[in-house]
């Protein structure tokens, strides 16, 4: 006797993973985003619907990836979104040493468009995967 019971998209531990993962990107977005730019709380109390924007952004940078990963089975997206992470704080850090400084940044970027960030890390996951598949048949 079989039964019919529907397999979740993601597991409880991938999700646990996933969103540990999205809220340390967005503690360390949110750090490097105060220390570039004006707080987030500052934008929040101007402009909520920005502010949100740029929070879930934050967030989905480090879930979305992760999530993929696990289900996926594939190592590609958190790299692409680890590399991006940290090449655009080191070059915003370099820039914004320098004294003619204005406007977003390479940090602010990343964050400002991170919807086509997360879909470049799930591309290239999906990638990853059709690669794998094709080297294995």
Request: charged fraction near 10%.
């Amino acid at each position: 006797m079989s039964e019919d019971t529907e397999q979740p998209f993601i597991s409880r531990t991938a999700a646990i993973t996933s969103t540990v993962a999205g809220v340390l990107h967005a503690g360390v977005s949110v750090f490097f985003w105060n220390h570039f730019y004006e707080t987030i709380g500052e934008i929040l109390s101007f402009n909520l619907l920005s502010g949100a924007y740029l929070l879930i952004g934050m967030f989905a940078l480090g879930f979305v990836p992760v999530a993929c990963s696990i289900t996926q089975k594939s190592i590609s997206p958190v790299i692409l979104v680890s590399v991006s992470l940290i090449v655009s704080v080191y070059t915003e850090w370099q820039v914004h040493q320098s004294p003619a400084f204005g406007g977003p940044g390479f940090f602010g970027m990343y964050i400002i468009f991170w919807v086509g960030v997360v879909l470049l890390a799930g591309l290239a996951g999906y990638l990853e995967v059709k690669l794998k598949q094709r080297a294995t048949a």
